[in-house]
Structure formats: C-alpha cells, structure tokens
C-alpha cells in the first residue's frame, strides 16, 4: 500500500514525550525539584498487555507522569526484562517516544505502515492505570523513533 492509497489522516492531538530512565525516583525528583514538574504517583504495569503494546517480551515497568508547563512528560523504569540489549532493541538506539491520541488509531497505523513505519508492538486494549480504556499500540517512524497512538473509547 502506498501513502496515496492510505486512510484519509484521522484528528489527532499531541499528547506526551516519554522517556526511559533506569531509576525513575531520580527522575522526579530532577523534574519536579529542578524543573517544576508535578508528578503523579508512581504506576506500575504488570500484566500481559504491556509487553504486547510496547513490543518487548515480557515488560513489567514502573511509570510516571510529571505535568507542567503546558504539557506533560512520561518516565519508564523497566522492572523486567533487565537485559539492557533488549530494551535497547525495543527503543532502537533512542530512549523516548512521542505519545499521539486519535479518533482512528487503526487508519492511523495503517497510514504509518504506509508512509514507510512500522509495528514495534501489536494493537491491544489497556485495562488498568490511568489509560485504562483506550487501544494503542507503539510504531516506529523510518528511523526507529518510537510514535506511541492510543485512541479514545468510542461513545
């Protein structure tokens, strides 16, 4: 499929940049004492979904979001797998990833794989934290910058 052939863009609004750190207390406190930042408790995510999203095997990680200055910015520790060469692969040589919300997460993926990106993860339904409800999945530009899309429940 070629760009041309692609869905029509679905409406989509700029939603975080998240970055992984290898000790996410650090983080906040730099980002909230340093920067201004307000952090929301620390998360975890557990089970199975997580792994599927992000397209590495096995993830647990602890997460946080810090809000400020207009927008907001996302912290992951990963708990499991502690092999540094896979989460390296899962980020491809980069350690953040831009977050975008839609109403078409599946046009917007195709569209993606049309432009030249593609899968990291597999499109699931999120079932627990503060994004519990929503579909995503993370892709990858041409590059190997991770685009994380979740949609909105319908209704």
Not at 54 to 71: K, S
Not at 80 to 101: E, F, K, T, Y
Not at 113 to 139: F, H, N, P
Request: with cysteine.
């Amino acid at each position: 499929m070629s760009l041309t052939d692609a869905p029509a863009l679905p409406t989509m609004i700029f939603d975080h940049t998240g970055f992984i750190t290898p000790d996410i207390e650090v983080s906040v406190r730099f980002w909230e004492d340093v920067l201004g930042f307000e952090a929301q408790p620390i998360g975890e995510r557990r089970k199975s979904w997580i792994g599927q999203f992000m397209g590495v095997p096995d993830a647990q990680v602890r997460l946080v979001h810090l809000y400020g200055h207009g927008t907001h910015i996302e912290f992951i520790a990963f708990d499991s797998p502690n092999d540094i060469p896979v989460i390296a692969r899962a980020s491809q040589g980069n350690v953040a990833h831009i977050c975008l919300r839609t109403d078409g997460v599946e046009a917007l993926r195709q569209r993606i794989l049309a432009g030249g990106g593609s899968e990291q993860g597999t499109l699931v339904a999120i079932d627990e934290g503060i994004a519990k409800g929503l579909r995503g999945l993370y892709m990858k530009d041409p590059n190997g910058i991770l685009i994380e899309i979740v949609e909105l429940p319908k209704g």
